[in-house]
């Protein structure tokens, strides 16, 4: 089907949509990287100027710059190794053979489906408060003081949030790969003289590498961008404590008005977010190869 | 080494009866093949000696200890899977010491003994590749040296050549053979192809609906068929199954005849009929003829005897190589 004339109409026919995805990113882009390059504050409207880099300087040596590094960096590994961990666990549970498999599974993905607003209301209400919250009263059950989580443990308590939103991803993805695994490649392995460890290091893990890499690469990109929880949570509190860079470039678009400054975090945001996927393909890349 | 006894092994899944009831003894060094149409729970009999599925009653013997309950990795046995069952992200030489490093033996000693295997099969050049990089020949290769290096007390096989086209078929299982008459290790080996079955095998055993219709070496089936079943199974083409007057005759219910046991004449003979389709192998013409009364016969003639459909030709069976079949079915 590969003849020119072919492909010439399926380029002219694709045309359309990647131009739109084109345009849909690189606007953006270029107002931002405008704007970071100007000086513009909402509150003195009318005064833009041109400044050169200055949005940029003030931006990365803001001391608060670097907490939010360190923070989005391990809220970023915190879930992942949760969510991936857990996964595993949770999908090597749901592979078993069970009454009601259909109806748990359902219920396994649940939180996945509840928008992250609520999930982290219901976290700070319902589990995390220090007065009417269940681990409160666990605590209490045994005799412990009741933990203010969102104050002692401010980035804990989101990375526990986002891993509890996103296990179920990490479990179902897993899960599939889990059940794809060839039954005779079970069976040999066992013939072979393999424990349940030894089948799951040597055969199953190596099995759902795949699974796994998708799983990290596709959190990996929504979990930089983490922003609902914290808000609704602890603010970016107490101090910067909880402060990712998506938060602190909301801080300073609209808590300070600073457009300039935010439009250059948002950029510096991308540069890392690109760092990170270049190091994700280099480690873990090959095992998307078919 | 290698003597596998069952004695009254059955086998239920749920409702379904899958084998009745099954004694079988298998000696040392034997070639054995399980051969039946599908369905007839000869890969489930594997199964249930290599300890992939629980018996539901009697005993398996595996050279006189009771291996009715050891989990499959004690039993001193080696499976080669239909699918081969390779481990695709390892390489061949990964796979090959596969149950080598799980036994826990030490890294020189693996070396020596996969390359070895290796040499054996043929692959020593292909070591360090992956299972996907390999033709469906070398796969199979691989899979019976990840058996070999084990030293097992028996080999099974399930419908090992399944997967290979027919010309690969032929090679391997001369292979296979060959790799008996070196190791003269006890083999098992399940197929529902006829031919495997009478080219390979020391002794076979009919399988029909989970029961063993009939056990013995592959030329004392074909002379020899204890009922229908085998008789209908054993040999290429299908032998003729004759009811009627003719069989009536020779006092029986169901009278036998084998294609190659019928004489072609054109102009005198017992039966006259008329060729419906004729097929010229070369070596061989097998013809398939509309007799009167009798039905449909099938005969075969050298290559070179010329008939075309629609020909009129007599044929005489050979009255020395008659089964006979009583209305039960069984041979008399």
């Not at chain 2, 200890?65 to 990964?94: C, D, I, W």
């Not at chain 2, 005849?257 to 005198?268: F, K, Q, W």
């Amino acid at each position: 089907m590969a003849t020119t004339h072919t492909r010439s109409a399926a380029r002219l026919m694709m045309a359309p949509s990647v131009i739109l995805l084109f345009a849909w990113m690189i606007v953006p882009l270029g107002m931002t990287i405008y704007f970071s390059l100007l000086r513009y504050n909402l509150l003195m409207p009318g005064t833009e100027e041109f400044t050169g880099l200055l949005n940029y300087e003030f931006f990365l040596t803001d001391p608060a710059f670097f907490d939010a590094l360190k923070n989005t960096l391990l809220l970023v590994g915190g879930v992942l190794a949760i969510s991936v961990i857990g996964g595993i666990l949770m999908a090597l549970l749901l592979d078993q053979p069970m009454f009601g498999q259909g109806i748990v599974r359902i219920l396994v993905i649940a939180p996945f489906f509840i928008m992250p607003t609520v999930a982290a209301l219901v976290w700070k209400n319902m589990f995390m408060n220090p007065v009417n919250g269940l681990f409160a009263w666990l605590f209490r059950l045994l005799g412990a003081e009741p933990l203010d989580w969102l104050a002692v443990a401010p980035l804990t308590s989101v990375v526990i949030i986002v891993a509890w939103q996103w296990l179920p991803f990490a479990t179902l993805i897993l899960l599939t790969a889990l059940q794809s695994l060839d039954e005779e490649q079970k069976e040999a392995a066992e013939m072979d003289g393999a424990g349940p460890i030894s089948k799951f290091i040597y055969i199953t893990l190596p099995h759902m590498a795949r699974a796994i890499t998708v799983v990290v690469l596709i959190e990996t990109i929504f979990l930089l961008s983490v922003f609902a929880e914290i808000l609704v949570t602890t603010n970016g509190g107490p101090g910067t404590q909880s402060t990712n860079i998506t938060y602190l470039v909301y801080t300073q678009a609209l808590l300070q008005f600073d457009v300039g400054g935010a439009s250059a975090g948002g950029i510096v945001a991308v540069v890392l977010a690109n760092i990170v996927a270049i190091f994700l393909i280099r480690m873990i890349g090959k095992n998307l190869e078919a | 080494m290698g003597s596998i006894t069952l004695r009254s092994v059955s086998k239920v899944f749920g409702e379904a009866k899958v084998i009745p009831s099954i004694d079988l003894q298998i000696n040392e060094g034997e070639f054995v093949v399980f051969v039946g149409p599908s369905g007839c729970g000869k890969s489930t009999l594997l199964r249930l000696i290599a300890g992939l599925e629980d018996v539901s009653g009697g005993e398996i013997v595996i050279d006189g200890q009771n291996a009715t309950e050891l989990p499959p990795a004690k039993r001193g046995l080696a499976m080669v899977f239909q699918s081969y069952a390779l481990y695709p992200h390892m390489s061949v030489r990964s796979n090959i010491a596969f149950p080598l490093k799980m036994a826990g033996m030490d890294k020189g000693e693996i070396d020596r003994k996969v390359s070895d295997a290796a040499r054996v099969l043929n692959l020593t050049d292909y070591l360090e590749r992956k299972p996907r990089q390999l033709s469906g020949g070398q796969r199979q290769r691989v899979a019976i040296g990840r058996a070999i290096v084990r030293q097992p007390k028996a080999f099974l096989f399930d419908e090992p050549l399944s997967n290979l086209d027919a010309a690969l078929r032929v090679n391997m299982r001369l292979e296979i053979s060959e790799l008996h008459q070196q190791l003269k290790t006890t083999m098992i080996y399940v197929t529902h192809d006829q031919v495997e079955a009478m080219t390979m095998a020391d002794k076979i055993v009919v399988l029909n609906r989970g029961n063993i219709e009939q056990v013995g070496s592959p030329l004392e089936l074909y002379r020899k068929p204890a009922n229908l079943f085998v008789a209908g199974f054993i040999g290429s083409p299908r032998m003729n199954l004759i009811e009627g007057k003719f069989a009536e005759a020779n006092g029986a219910k169901t009278v036998g005849i084998r294609p190659e046991h019928i004489g072609l004449s054109r102009d005198s003979g017992l039966w006259e009929g008329t060729v419906t389709i004729a097929e010229h192998l070369g070596s061989d013409t097998f013809m398939h003829i509309e007799v009167p009364d009798v039905g449909t016969v099938t005969a075969r003639a050298g290559g070179e005897f010329g008939v075309r459909h629609g020909d009129r030709v007599y044929l005489t069976p050979d009255e020395t190589k008659l089964h006979r079949f009583n209305d039960r079915g069984l041979a008399l």
